[in-house]
């Protein structure tokens, strides 16, 4: 597909697994593992057009108010997705990263994320950041207990408090602002997701439900991402 103006850093809230599982009389969970197929095609899609950061919604801090064996269910399926996908994420240069509150994960997962963050750290084609017990708010409470700790210790003074310093105290620290998030299963909303992050994004949002998500669907938001006139607050 030959699309001029490529997002470089995509979003994508991942919605509407336990939807596509219901409607064929499935369980949620399995609604998710067919996500976790859809989540395989769309990062090996996003890295051959050119995407340079693909951060995907996985688990939101809102979320733990899911039945457990349903929060069970998706943490343990991001570990196996991990296990397995990890060498193929080198052999494709990716670096893998996971974005979220980590204190929450059992030693086990934060195992396998680790190793697979370490193992993959050197990659530099595309960023893939994994939005695991992430909300965009407690992300910046993070952050603001990192900055102040560095004014209570005298490191910085307030008045060094500036917009590149909260980016960089964020767990997406390096990598840029987000051109475009794309929802998909219908709902217009951020739904905490990239605060910050998404200050300046493009929306796209697509009724496909995300089990169902496919290369196509992505083109056709990079194809809309790419009549956009950005603006950022100046006239053209
Ligand atoms: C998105 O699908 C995945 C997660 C939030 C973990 P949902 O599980 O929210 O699916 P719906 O919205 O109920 O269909
Ligand atoms: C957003 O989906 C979070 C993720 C995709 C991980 P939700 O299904 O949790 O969002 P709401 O509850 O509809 O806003
Ligand atoms: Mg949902």
Request: glycine share 8%; hydrophobic share 40%; net charge neutral.
């Amino acid at each position: 597909m030959d699309i001029i103006n490529m997002p470089a850093h995509v979003g994508i809230i991942m919605d509407g697994n336990g939807r596509w599982a219901t409607a064929r009389g499935l369980s949620r969970t399995e609604g998710h593992k067919e996500g976790a197929n859809a989540v395989r095609r769309i990062i090996t899609h996003a890295r051959r057009s050119g995407v340079k950061v693909l951060t995907l919604y996985a688990f939101s801090t809102e979320n733990w108010s899911r039945p457990q064996a349903e929060v069970s269910a998706i943490m343990e399926m991001v570990g196996k997705y991990l296990s397995k996908e990890t060498s193929t994420m080198v052999e494709n240069g990716i670096r893998m990263r996971l974005i979220g509150d980590k204190s929450r994960f059992s030693k086990s997962l934060l195992g396998v994320i680790e190793h697979s963050e370490e193992l993959t750290s050197d990659k530099e084609d595309m960023l893939l950041q994994i939005a695991l017990n992430y909300g965009g708010r407690d992300e910046l409470v993070r952050a603001a207990k990192k900055i102040a700790s560095l004014v209570a210790e005298g490191t910085i003074s307030p008045s060094d408090i500036t917009e590149k310093l909260i980016s960089d105290n964020l767990d997406t620290k390096g990598a840029m602002d987000c051109d475009l998030i794309i929802r998909t299963g219908g709902e217009k909303r951020t739904s905490n997701f990239l605060m910050w992050q998404g200050a300046y994004s493009e929306l796209y949002f697509s009724d496909v439900l995300w089990p169902d998500f496919d290369e196509d669907e992505f083109d056709r938001a990079m194809q809309f991402f790419s009549q956009r006139q950005r603006r950022f607050g100046g006239i053209k």
